[in-house]
């Protein structure tokens, strides 16, 4: 089993920034790819960012591209969610989220452990 927690979360004015950390513990050469998903108020869950374990490969959702960026620490067993010029309709739980196998993909059907949530709440 991989534990995920993820913590960073809180409220923020639009326009600001936030970093969403996540960590990994338990059998944790079972993970390769991870990532961020999201769901906001009323609405489905939604890919938002992912890396690969090994060679740094990254996918980002075109709503967040140039404005997010995920990086991890192998060393630590750390992924990290940096959210700059942040907007309203980024308020939502934000999950991160693991797979056994090296590929990155973008559906939450492909990840295998997930972490309990944080909150980000964005105001005007």
């Known amino acids: 089993q991989v534990q995920l927690v993820e913590s960073g979360g809180g409220l923020v004015q639009a326009g600001g920034s936030l970093r969403l950390s996540c960590a990994a513990s338990?059998?944790?050469?079972?993970?390769?790819?991870m990532g961020w998903f999201r769901q906001p108020p009323g609405k489905e869950r939604e890919f938002v960012a992912a890396i690969s374990w090994i060679g740094g490969n990254t996918a980002y959702a075109d709503t967040v591209k140039g404005r997010f960026t995920i990086s991890r620490d192998n060393a630590k067993n750390t992924v990290s969610l940096q959210m700059n010029s942040l907007k309203l309709e980024a308020t939502a739980v934000y999950y991160c989220?693991?797979?056994?196998?090296?590929?990155?993909?973008?559906?939450?059907?492909?990840?295998?452990?997930w972490g309990q949530g944080t909150q980000v709440a964005v105001s005007s």
């Open positions: 338990g059998r944790t050469f079972n993970t390769n790819a």
């Open positions: 989220a693991a797979r056994s196998r090296m590929l990155v993909v973008v559906t939450a059907s492909g990840y295998d452990y």
